[in-house]
């Protein structure tokens, strides 16, 4: 283990669920540029196709110079600013809500809500959903509501010579349907898209957390072998010190020289055996351990007077055992593990169970607490980022997720539950001929 484990915003009792607060700045203005440009030629294209292959007696001037006037706005917009720029929240807000009032000039000018294009309006705010918060996501379908209503109520005919008007009833038909397709798309596709950015935010975190305890294992195997290095040339200068003492005479100048020479001699020796060992604190020299050995190198830094921690090996198990899972000290078990044990001792009333066993095909850790375990309403989402089971609602919520997720990139399953007898209960469970291959 590290001298000191990262803290896991999590536990397992009084389970919410928090967000974190909307980012600014994820789209470009060059993407939003680049959408208009492609919504732009389309409309400029049905418009001629209307006005001149098909003769329509549309209003071709008038439709054309609005498509005109966003287009030198697109023109303004690619001059005046890299197309790196990140738009803020607001920002891309205001972009898209003149897309929506710009459509609704043109279906105005062509037929209102009975124009087969005034479905167009549902884009603005379903990008809106998959790009910006929630409180930008409905003011945008609040103004297209309202520009829905304001074409269907105020409008110029459609440019057709059948005369052939819709009935007032089915035009308020395709405004209900525009409206409710509206909602439920925006819906469907800012939650998708919500979950689609706390997953990878926390995927993010745990790939730091996952560097963290790669840089340690680096360091531990740079210590020792600075400390390797140092040994001889460090003998050799002790050696001499040592010499020089005990030929020189006790009460001559440098005497106490040769004396503070040996003894700081003496001190670099302690320092480098103590870089020689692994920087977790464990003692074992090996990389790889059996399971058991493993367990307790993870636990003995947790270990304190007021929670009792009991590791219980279920097989018969002796040094030397052939039939014991040997594993590696891989990052993602040290952490992973350890994490999860130090939540079962933050909520533990007095005791911690670690339970070890295995088979010829599996081998299985349990984690268990007398603490006051999971809400049963919430055990479906115990490890899912952004959840957090303190009641004081500290922290992000990430620990028992990047938990999860380290030990399932060691080919682990994870499962939470509660005990029968009260407590948390925390099963892993690792396909022996995946654990074991590991180097």
């Known amino acids: 283990m590290t001298p000191a484990l990262t ?43 209307v006005g001149f292959l098909f003769s329509f007696p549309t209003d071709v001037v008038s439709s054309l110079l609005t498509v005109g006037v966003s287009a030198l706005l697109n023109l303004f917009l690619m001059l005046r600013y890299p197309a790196t720029t990140r738009l803020s929240d607001v920002q891309a807000g205001f972009y898209l809500a003149y897309d929506i009032l710009q459509l609704t000039v043109l279906l105005y000018l062509n037929g209102g809500i009975a124009n087969p294009f005034a479905i167009l ?16 996501t409905l003011s945008l379908v609040v103004i297209s509501v309202v520009c829905l209503t304001l074409v269907t109520l105020v409008h110029q005919p459609l440019p057709w010579s ?52 790669q840089r340690f294992s680096a360091l531990g195997a740079l210590a020792a072998a600075a400390a390797h290095e140092l040994g001889t040339p460090l003998g050799t200068i002790t050696l001499v010190a040592k010499e020089l003492s005990r030929e020189l005479p006790k009460d001559g100048p ?112 349990t984690v268990l607490d007398d603490g006051p375990g999971f809400a049963a309403s919430v055990l479906g989402i115990v490890g899912e980022p952004y959840v957090t089971t303190r009641r004081d609602q500290d922290g992000m919520g990430l620990g028992l997720f990047i938990a999860k997720t380290l030990l399932e990139r060691t080919g682990a399953t994870v499962l939470f539950s509660n005990a029968q007898g009260g407590g948390a209960h925390v099963a892993i469970l690792w396909p022996r001929a995946l654990l074991e291959a590991a180097p």
Request: neutral net charge.
């Open 7 to 49: 803290p896991i915003s999590g536990g397992f009792a009084g389970l919410t669920v928090g967000l974190p607060p909307a980012a600014g700045g994820r789209v470009r203005l060059k993407t939003l540029v680049l959408i208009r440009w492609v919504a732009l030629v389309g409309q400029a294209a049905a418009i001629l196709v």
């Open 254 to 365: 440098h005497a106490e020289d040769v004396s503070l020479l040996v003894s700081e001699s003496e001190r670099c020796r302690d320092i480098l055996a103590q870089l020689s060992r692994r920087p977790e604190g464990d003692p074992a020299p090996f990389d790889r351990l059996a399971l058991p050995a493993l367990v307790d190198s993870i636990v003995t830094p947790l270990r304190g007077d007021e929670i009792e921690i009991q590791i219980d090996v279920q097989n018969p198990y002796t040094q030397g055992d052939p039939t014991v899972p040997v594993v590696s000290r891989r990052p993602e078990i040290l952490h992973g593990l350890g994490n999860i044990v130090e939540n079962a001792i933050d909520f533990a009333a007095t005791r911690v169970t670690i339970r070890v066993s295995w088979d010829t095909g599996v081998a299985r850790l």
């Open 162 to 213: 059948m005369g052939f008007t819709l009935p007032s009833l089915y035009v308020a038909g395709i405004w209900v349907a525009l409206v409710l397709g509206m909602g439920f798309i925006t819906v469907y596709a800012w939650r998708v898209a919500a979950e689609s950015r706390l997953m990878a935010d926390a995927l993010a975190a745990t790939q730091l957390a996952l560097a963290r305890e």
């Open 121 to 136: 309006v549902l884009v603005p705010a379903t990008i809106a959903a998959t790009i910006l918060s929630l409180r930008s």
